[in-house]
């Protein structure tokens, strides 16, 4: 048996996405056989008032058959905080929906995730928010849902997972139940977003992608989904960054994010830990603060996993011809470090105005905090400090 196959099936894994996908450019406008499907007459729009401003939700209501009765929660902010969870929850519960259809970001299709599960599940959101990593505290299947992404990086229309700030503190509920009924991925609907957000939710997508191949806890089916939306978001996302209008090339980023998206069971590594440390302090769209601490990541990884970067680096058309294997895995770090760069995203920590006193402060909550034991080289106070100082110095290798 060949080494790779045996790695291959070595290795039990589990890999969960329930939720039926519907990709596509006009896939929208197959949501009026879907409702007649799940047989919903009381739908509950969740979205934020950009997204409606943008014409987006509707955009989404011209498709709906008419009769519905329809009610709208505009009021979701970016990074949001339990306080707008409890607000949603109280709004929905009030009107009782048959569906809830989120149109919008990552934080918009959260909180449509877990006003669905707050309608059938008691008591205040914050009874299920009680550490950091919250899971299967739900009992209950939630109201139907479905999602309809309006950015490209954050996965959230294929995971089981919200994420929320409580007291300034990011936490994640995770639960079966959180996993929408339909995801419909329609590219159209990510034409408006502007630059900056195109550019943040993509390395978004690609951190989930890359942090998820490096997961200690990926399988064939992770990495394959994984190396596929490399090689996208490496060859669409300036496009798309460049000419929002560039159909292709949103079309790809809409695709690429899904599959990283579904990576997502492979479990993040360090990376997003970094990510959470810096976010809220220093006031990152969340993308960004995983962009910064990436290439950084990976290089801290490289000695276990070698053959994997070395894909990532042939993914995003690097030349390996000649190199070894360690040489071409360290072109992946360099690679990431220029794509970042090339989308005016900062790649240190100093560009954000982080202190250098503060780092050790910042070390020992990621591994308190944000532990990642599937992360595939152990890492100490002292590595994360190491870490956080080559992140802030920009120097990946040291
Ligand atoms: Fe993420």
Same mark, same amino acid.
């Given at each position: 048996?060949?080494?790779?196959?045996?790695?291959?099936?070595?290795?039990?894994?589990?890999?969960?996405?329930?939720?039926?996908?519907?990709?596509?450019?006009? @896939? *929208?406008?197959?949501?009026?056989?879907?409702?007649?499907?799940?047989?919903?007459? %009381?739908?509950?729009?969740?979205?934020?008032?950009?997204?409606?401003?943008?014409?987006?939700?509707?955009?989404?209501? #011209?498709?709906?058959?008419?009769?519905?009765?329809?009610?709208?929660?505009?009021?979701?902010?970016?990074?949001?905080?339990? !306080?707008?969870?409890?607000?949603?929850?109280?709004?929905?519960?009030?009107?009782?929906?048959?569906?809830?259809?989120?149109?919008?970001?990552?934080?918009?299709?959260?909180?449509? %995730?877990?006003?669905? *599960?707050?309608?059938?599940?008691?008591? @205040?959101?914050?009874?299920?928010?009680?550490?950091?990593?919250?899971?299967?505290?739900?009992?209950?299947?939630?109201?139907?849902?479905?999602?309809?992404?309006?950015?490209?990086?954050?996965?959230?229309?294929?995971?089981?997972?919200?994420?929320?700030?409580?007291?300034?503190?990011?936490?994640?509920?995770?639960?079966?139940?959180?996993?929408?009924?339909?995801?419909?991925?329609?590219? %159209?609907?990510?034409?408006?977003?502007?630059?900056? =957000?195109?550019?943040?939710?993509?390395?978004?997508?690609?951190?989930?992608?890359?942090?998820?191949?490096?997961?200690?806890?990926?399988?064939?089916?992770?990495?394959?989904?994984?190396?596929?939306? =490399?090689?996208?978001?490496?060859?669409?996302?300036?496009?798309?960054?460049?000419?929002?209008?560039?159909?292709?090339?949103?079309?790809?980023?809409?695709?690429?994010?899904?599959?990283?998206?579904?990576?997502?069971?492979?479990?993040?590594?360090?990376? $997003?830990? =970094?990510?959470? &440390?810096?976010? &809220?302090? +220093? %006031?990152?769209? $969340?993308?960004?603060?995983? #962009?910064?601490?990436?290439?950084?990541?990976?290089? +801290?990884?490289?000695? &276990?996993?070698?053959?994997?970067?070395?894909?990532?680096?042939?993914?995003?058309?690097?030349?390996?011809?000649?190199?070894?294997?360690?040489?071409?895995?360290?072109?992946?770090?360099?690679?990431?470090?220029?794509?970042? $760069?090339?989308?005016?995203?900062?790649?240190?920590?100093? @560009?954000?105005?982080?202190?250098?006193?503060?780092?050790?402060?910042?070390?020992? !909550?990621?591994?308190?905090?944000?532990?990642?034991?599937?992360?595939?080289? =152990?890492?100490?106070?002292?590595? #994360?400090?190491?870490?956080?100082?080559?992140?802030?110095?920009?120097?990946?290798?040291?």
């Amino acid at each position: 048996m060949s080494r790779a196959i045996g790695n291959l099936l070595a290795r039990m894994f589990t890999f969960l996405v329930p939720t039926k996908i519907i990709f596509g450019l006009n @896939s *929208v406008s197959k949501i009026r056989e879907e409702l007649d499907r799940i047989g919903a007459r %009381k739908v509950f729009i969740v979205t934020d008032a950009v997204v409606e401003k943008a014409g987006l939700v509707d955009e989404v209501k #011209a498709e709906l058959p008419s009769g519905l009765d329809i009610d709208t929660y505009n009021r979701v902010e970016p990074e949001p905080r339990l !306080e707008i969870a409890e607000d949603l929850a109280t709004a929905v519960r009030s009107i009782r929906p048959d569906l809830i259809l989120g149109i919008g970001g990552g934080s918009v299709l959260d909180l449509a %995730k877990i006003a669905a *599960v707050m309608i059938t599940n008691e008591g @205040s959101v914050s009874d299920y928010c009680k550490s950091i990593l919250n899971i299967e505290t739900f009992r209950s299947k939630g109201q139907s849902t479905i999602l309809i992404p309006t950015t490209a990086g954050t996965g959230s229309e294929v995971s089981n997972t919200s994420m929320l700030v409580v007291g300034g503190m990011k936490i994640f509920l995770r639960s079966r139940f959180l996993f929408p009924e339909l995801a419909i991925v329609d590219p %159209k609907m990510s034409l408006t977003m502007p630059q900056k =957000v195109t550019a943040a939710t993509g390395l978004d997508a690609l951190s989930h992608a890359i942090e998820g191949l490096m997961s200690s806890n990926s399988s064939a089916l992770t990495d394959a989904l994984a190396l596929k939306s =490399v090689e996208l978001i490496s060859q669409n996302l300036i496009k798309a960054y460049r000419d929002g209008r560039d159909i292709d090339a949103r079309t790809a980023m809409s695709l690429a994010a899904m599959m990283a998206g579904m990576v997502l069971n492979a479990g993040m590594v360090y990376g $997003h830990s =970094v990510a959470y &440390t810096i976010a &809220t302090r +220093y %006031k990152l769209a $969340h993308g960004v603060s995983c #962009a910064i601490p990436l290439s950084y990541v990976m290089a +801290y990884n490289l000695s &276990t996993c070698v053959d994997k970067l070395q894909k990532v680096a042939i993914a995003m058309g690097e030349n390996v011809s000649g190199l070894n294997p360690e040489e071409a895995a360290r072109k992946s770090v360099e690679a990431v470090q220029r794509f970042v $760069h090339e989308l005016g995203v900062p790649t240190n920590l100093t @560009s954000i105005g982080v202190p250098r006193e503060i780092l050790p402060v910042l070390a020992s !909550e990621c591994l308190e905090k944000y532990h990642r034991p599937n992360n595939p080289r =152990v890492m100490s106070i002292d590595d #994360a400090v190491a870490l956080y100082n080559r992140i802030w110095e920009g120097r990946p290798f040291g």
